[in-house]
Each structure stands twice: as C-alpha cells, then as structure tokens.
C-alpha cells in the first residue's frame, strides 16, 4: 500500500498490486488494472520510489546490495 495524495490535497491508500501504469501529463496520472484513472500531486518519479519501496517490504524485489572494495 502506499500513500498518496489528490489534486484536492486529500490523501488516500493505493493498494501498489493495482497499478498498471504511471504516466506524466503532465500531472502524474496513475492507470489501474481495472482501467480506472487517477491524478496525484506526487511526481512520477515518487509514486514509482513509493511503490518499489512497497514491493522491497514484501520482499518481491530485493534490496540492492553493494560490496565493499
């Protein structure tokens, strides 16, 4: 799940499994598998930061690693 906000300032749950796409438009606009719309003030950029950290908690995408040199 992740928190974003509407263009009216409310802010709102996304459960992150429905979305389908994010596009810029230049208000970001979120496409859910069910073909409903969305805009958010977040930027394209974030909701994508935010829903990659959703799916690292879930651990469906592991957490970069670095070793040290």
Excluded: W
Aim: aromatic share 8%.
């Amino acid at each position: 799940m992740v928190r974003l906000t509407r263009l009216n300032k409310d802010e709102f749950i996304l459960n992150a499994e429905l979305i389908r796409y994010v596009e810029c438009c230049p208000d970001t606009l979120i496409t859910l598998v069910n073909g409903e719309t969305l805009m958010v003030r977040e930027s394209l950029d974030e909701v994508v930061r935010r829903t990659v950290a959703y799916h690292q908690a879930k651990n469906l995408i592991p957490k970069p690693q670095y070793l040290p040199y």
